[in-house]
């Protein structure tokens, strides 16, 4: 990568920036209705973790968007010329929930740029930090981690990833296009691995529509709420191991150890996509 491009790229460590959001009810009802849900958000009522992700978003005009569907680089992130860009892990850390309805606060501020050497071989992962209040109340701190890579040659793929354990439930499911294009929306997410096939397969040289990161780590904790009776998550941690694919059969696993769950979801060939924890409260 360079020493002087590392140390160019490092210079946007400590650079910051604050949003606002009145948590509006639309963009938590209709994640509800796309995921299929029976509850039906209404304001005063919490919001699950990782559906603040449906607010305080970024929306670059159309001139601020370069051909991939991403920002342009340069902005708030540093300028990595990389051609790959994924969410790749995050860790939060939620002190209350959020209310749909109350506006809120998110502070950003990017804390770390690395290179790092893995099978696929040699990237760039830069991490920010979220902090989120209402009422002037800390509700979530939250470590995001991007990953830059080169664009890979036809036929690479990233090793398989081991089970945790055996798990002590199992839920199948199957994303469609339509959920990705809805949930792309709905997180002002423009990248075209996404919901456009041609460009993903032609461009990117996936076998077809990725299915988003904090998607999958969203439907994982939805299985989880149902069955933790009513116990309040404090802490989830998430981690992309391998891409998940739109009509591909993926299954949610989970498992209890004590205060502790591990979930993860595992692709219709056995292969691990996302490994995650979370500690109940």
């Given at each position: 990568?360079?020493e002087?491009?590392?140390?160019?790229?490092?210079?946007?460590?400590?650079?910051?920036?604050t949003?606002?959001?009145?948590?509006?009810?639309?963009?938590?009802?209709?994640?509800?209705?796309?995921?299929?849900?029976?509850?039906?958000?209404?304001?005063?009522?919490?919001?699950?973790?990782?559906?603040?992700?449906?607010?305080?978003?970024?929306?670059?005009?159309?001139?601020?968007?370069?051909?991939?569907?991403?920002?342009?680089?340069?902005?708030?992130?540093?300028?990595?010329?990389?051609?790959?860009?994924?969410?790749?892990?995050?860790?939060?850390?939620?002190?209350r929930?959020?209310?749909?309805?109350?506006?809120?606060?998110?502070?950003?501020?990017?804390?770390?740029?690395?290179?790092?050497?893995?099978?696929?071989?040699?990237f760039?992962?830069?991490?920010?930090?979220?902090?989120?209040?209402?009422?002037?109340?800390?509700?979530?701190?939250?470590?995001?981690?991007?990953?830059?890579?080169?664009?890979?040659t036809?036929?690479?793929?990233?090793?398989?990833?081991?089970?945790?354990?055996?798990?002590?439930?199992?839920?199948?499911?199957?994303?469609?296009?339509?959920?990705?294009?809805?949930?792309?929306?709905?997180?002002?997410?423009?990248?075209?691995?996404?919901y456009?096939?041609?460009?993903?397969?032609?461009?990117?040289?996936?076998?077809?529509?990725?299915?988003q990161?904090?998607?999958?780590?969203?439907?994982?904790?939805?299985?989880?709420?149902e069955?933790?009776?009513?116990?309040?998550?404090?802490?989830?941690?998430?981690?992309?191991?391998?891409?998940?694919?739109?009509?591909?059969?993926?299954?949610?696993?989970?498992a209890?150890r004590?205060?502790?769950?591990?979930?993860?979801?595992?692709d219709?060939?056995?292969?691990?996509?996302?490994?995650?924890?979370?500690?109940?409260?």
């Open positions: 990568m360079g002087a491009n590392l140390e160019h790229w490092r210079s946007w460590i400590g650079r910051a920036r949003a606002s959001d009145p948590l509006v009810g639309f963009p938590a009802r209709a994640l509800a209705n796309a995921l299929d849900m029976r509850w039906q958000p209404q304001p005063g009522e919490e919001l699950p973790p990782t559906w603040h992700w449906l607010y305080f978003l970024d929306t670059p005009a159309a001139a601020g968007t370069g051909p991939d569907g991403h920002p342009l680089k340069g902005g708030f992130l540093p300028p990595i010329p990389l051609p790959r860009r994924m969410w790749a892990s995050g860790e939060l850390r939620i002190e929930p959020m209310i749909l309805g109350v506006a809120g606060e998110k502070q950003s501020k990017v804390v770390a740029v690395d290179v790092k050497n893995g099978a696929s071989g040699e760039v992962l830069v991490t920010v930090e979220h902090i989120l209040h209402q009422d002037g109340r800390l509700c979530i701190r939250e470590l995001q981690r991007l990953v830059y890579r080169e664009r890979p036809r036929g690479d793929a990233p090793p398989p990833g081991e089970s945790p354990d055996e798990a002590q439930w199992c839920v199948n499911v199957t994303p469609n296009p339509v959920l990705l294009f809805r949930y792309s929306a709905l997180t002002y997410n423009a990248h075209r691995i996404h456009d096939r041609d460009y993903a397969v032609n461009e990117e040289l996936y076998p077809g529509l990725v299915v990161a904090p998607l999958l780590a969203t439907m994982l904790l939805a299985t989880l709420a069955r933790t009776r009513g116990r309040r998550i404090s802490a989830f941690d998430y981690r992309a191991v391998r891409p998940a694919f739109a009509d591909a059969a993926i299954a949610l696993h989970g209890f004590g205060d502790r769950v591990d979930t993860w979801t595992v219709q060939d056995g292969f691990v996509t996302m490994k995650a924890s979370a500690v109940l409260g």
